[in-house]
């Protein structure tokens, strides 16, 4: 327990969430400033700052209950499509220093541009780096 992490804080039950689901290592709640209705956190009950300290366990457990949260989006009729999104490091717009996976519900036609600014963004692979990018990666 970090006692300036605002969601160590939360799971300490001293600051108030919308929780949609709890168990002994992990809780997911509501977004209080939701990007769509129904933008929900899965946030291990651990402190860990950042992904890459996180173990697999972790991550396995946490991806478990966002698949959760969104079959419940569906079966429910509540969203057409779901995207997770995970931001680690101030470099990716992480905002919170204790990692959470974001589930963000998607709508037919809700136009979140979030396709678009990927295609206009990606491309441009050069060739001659990818030896050196696998080597980094692996
Ligand atoms: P990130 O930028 O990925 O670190 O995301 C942090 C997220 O936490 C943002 O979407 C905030 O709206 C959300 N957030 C911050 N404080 C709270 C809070 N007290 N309860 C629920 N969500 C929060
Ligand atoms: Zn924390």
């Known amino acids: 327990m970090e006692r300036d992490c605002i969601f160590c804080r939360i799971i300490?039950?001293?600051i108030p969430s919308k929780k949609i689901f709890e168990d002994q290592t992990t809780l997911a709640i509501l977004d209080i400033n939701p990007i769509s209705e129904g933008?929900?956190?899965v946030i291990p009950k651990k402190h860990i700052a950042y992904l890459e300290e996180a173990d697999e366990t972790t991550l396995g457990h946490m991806t478990g209950i966002a698949g959760k949260i969104a079959r419940n989006m569906i079966?429910?009729?509540f969203a057409d499509g779901t995207n997770l999104f995970?931001?680690?490091h101030e470099s990716a717009d992480q905002t919170v220093f204790h990692?959470?996976?974001h589930v963000i519900p998607r709508r037919k036609g809700d136009n979140m541009g979030i396709g678009d600014w990927w295609r206009e963004k990606s491309g441009g692979l050069e060739e001659v780096k990818i030896p050196e990018i696998l080597k980094m990666l692996s």
Do not use: M, P, V, W
């Open 99 to 101: 990692i959470h996976l």
């Open 75 to 77: 079966r429910n009729r």
């Open 86 to 88: 995970l931001a680690s």
């Open 12 to 14: 300490a039950g001293e």
């Open 39 to 41: 933008h929900s956190l």
